[in-house]
Each structure stands twice: as C-alpha cells, then as structure tokens.
C-alpha cells in the first residue's frame, strides 16, 4: 500500500522569496517519487524523480527535492521564486518495478509580485 | 517531436449521451492509463492498459469504457452511467512494464469535459 499527503493545498510566497511543498509519502516497499508541476488547463510535467540514487535530487526550473527516509518526507525547493512558477503541484509514489503510481492531492502555488 | 495528444481540448455533453474522448501516443510507450482530475482530489485512475487488447479496471471505472486496439491509441469513453462526468481528464503513458525499474509517466495536454 503506499499513498501521499501534501501539506497545504494553497501556498502563497512573494517573488524572490524561498518556494517549499511539502510532500510525505507511506509505502511499504521502498518508494519512486516523483514531483509534477500543472499549469492552468495543461497537463502534468515532469519537474524531477527520486530513483534510488542521490538522496537530493535537482530537476528542471531551477527545482530540487530531499528524499528522506527517516522523515519519509520529499519536500520540493527553489530557493526564488519566479512569477512563472505559480502553479499547481503534484507529489507522486510509486514502488519498485512495475507499480501504480499514487498521487497527491496537490498544492497550488501563488507568487506575489 | 514524440508526445501524446488529447483531442479535443474543450467538450461540451449533454445528459445521456455518450463520448468518446481520445488520447494517441507516438512515443512507443506499451502502457497508457486515464485520470479525472477534479479540483482538490488530485488525480484518480479509471483504466489503464499494459499492452495492446489489455486493459484493467482503475479506482474509478464506474461509468467509463476504454479499448486498445492499437499500440498508440487508448480512447476513453464517458458513458451516460457516469453520475457526474463533468472532470478535466489526463491520458498518459509509460514504457513497457517488462523493462522499466519505475513507472514513469508521461501525460497530454488534457480534455475538459463539461456536461449541460
């Protein structure tokens, strides 16, 4: 079984200041993580994944992520935020091979000018 | 350029018809799935499908059918069982099972249907 809560559906930041969503995740093997970004009326995008290698992982839009597994937590950073960033964004798991792929309710992001 | 593409974007029903919404992939991808996002609940599974003629039930396929002729193709239809079809519906795609470690997942642009 695996599922994910993010913490905070709406999170507001002013331009330049540091964006963190929070992500933690439950599974009962050990996890793939993902984090998905979706603007208005789009489809989801791949911003970066957890596979099992570094425990911090850099994704695209200047983005990164912390796996940790004490905390079973994947918290997503950038630490300035840019008015293009406000969107919506989805945490994901998945277990080793094959596996659905359960997502989180997801997190809105506004940027203020 | 590969990718998967949703047509159409915008589609408007009317209570007790059907429609086909569809969802073509040139990405060589073995596996595609369907999701109804509704705002606030993130994304819920309705069907997916592994390979070509195969396809199983997701959390929520009440209401939904889907086929799979084709290796490209995963059209997803909104039967007029369905209660509440109103949803922004996401198609997407994954490489084979057989080869990938993870499920990685790629999606389109998205159809928002709205029932009248």
């Known amino acids: 079984a695996q599922s994910v809560t993010q913490l905070g559906s709406h999170v507001s930041v002013s331009e330049g200041a540091l964006v963190l969503l929070r992500c933690n995740y439950s599974?009962?093997?050990?996890?793939?993580l993902f984090w998905y970004v979706q603007y208005p009326n789009q489809g989801l995008q791949l911003l970066l994944k957890?596979?099992?290698?570094?425990?911090l992982v850099k994704g695209i839009n200047g983005f990164e992520a912390e796996f940790k597994k004490s905390e079973t937590s994947f918290h997503l950073t950038k630490p300035s935020a840019h008015m293009s960033d406000a969107a919506e964004y989805f945490c994901?798991?998945?277990?080793?091979?094959?596996?659905?792929?359960?997502f989180g309710t997801g997190t809105k992001l506004q940027v203020i000018p | 350029d590969g990718g998967i593409t949703q047509s159409p974007k915008y589609l408007f029903r009317k209570e007790g018809q059907n429609v086909t919404l569809s969802c073509e992939q040139n990405l060589n991808h073995d596996a595609m799935y369907w999701y109804r996002q509704d705002p606030g609940q993130g994304l819920r599974l309705i069907y997916y499908s592994q390979i070509v003629n195969d396809f199983q039930k997701g959390d929520i396929a009440e209401g939904y059918s889907v086929s799979r002729e084709k290796k490209e193709s995963f059209p997803l239809t909104v039967t007029s069982a369905q209660k509440n079809p109103t949803a922004f519906y996401l198609c997407a795609s994954s490489i084979s099972p057989g080869t990938a470690v993870y499920n990685e997942q790629f999606f389109g642009p998205g159809t928002r249907l709205t029932v009248l």
């Open positions: 994901a798991v998945s277990g080793r091979g094959y596996q659905k792929v359960t």
């Open positions: 599974s009962s093997v050990p996890p793939y």
């Open positions: 957890y596979t099992s290698a570094a425990t």
